[in-house]
């Protein structure tokens, strides 16, 4: 209040100048402070009113300025706070990404090394299998060979008989005399 008190005097000073500068407003007329003491209160029962009608409507504008202000301040921070958390997350992920990394790589040479064991085992035992069919096989081959060969053998043996039985007369005697014994 005192800053528009201070106002309102120097702006009376410099009008009772300005009316002083200018003659006035006659000849032989002169002005005095006293003079624009009626101006004064018209401009402060104008000012009053203003002020007065005003007075609610700006109370409600600042109310609602200072109410946004602080709303927008609490939004932020709250953004703040969450930013906040998402970084202290993202930074312990970071943190943590050399571990994954290498519990990954840890992961992977175990599945390898049961990998390779796997296969090793499986192809030992396929590897003991075809072995094993194998030596069936071949058994089975030489041992069809074998009675081929013993068949072969034996008709062999009763062709050349046939044939000495036929060529020598003696034995075909023999021959006939056991065959009838036989009977």
């Given at each position: ?6 106002y309102?005097?120097?702006?009376l000073?410099?009008a009772?100048?300005?009316?002083a ?9 002169h002005?005095s ?17 203003l ?5 609610g ?14 709303n ?24 943590n ?16 090394l ?8 499986e192809?030992?035992e ?23 060969l ?12 046939k ?6 007369k ?8 056991k065959?009838?014994k036989?009977?």
């Open positions: 209040m005192r800053f528009w008190t201070a309102a005097f120097i702006a000073g410099f009772t100048k300005a009316l500068a200018g003659g006035g407003h006659g000849e032989g007329h002005s402070i006293t003079d624009l003491i009626a101006p004064a209160v018209n401009v402060a029962i104008l000012l009053g009113v002020a007065w009608k005003l007075k409507p700006l109370a409600a504008y600042f109310n609602k300025q200072s109410d946004d202000i602080a927008t301040i609490e939004r932020v921070n709250l953004k703040s706070k969450e930013a906040k958390m998402l970084l202290e997350s993202e930074e312990r992920k970071a943190a990404v050399a571990n994954e990394v290498k519990a990954i790589h840890a992961q992977a040479e175990n599945e390898v049961a990998f390779e064991k796997n296969l090793s085992r192809t030992d396929r590897t003991q299998k075809l072995k094993s069919d194998a030596n069936l096989k071949l058994q089975a081959d030489k041992k069809a060979a074998m009675d081929e013993n068949a072969e053998l034996l008709n062999e043996v009763i062709a050349k008989t044939s000495t039985i036929k060529t020598n003696d034995y075909q005697s023999k021959v006939s005399s065959l009838l036989g009977l």
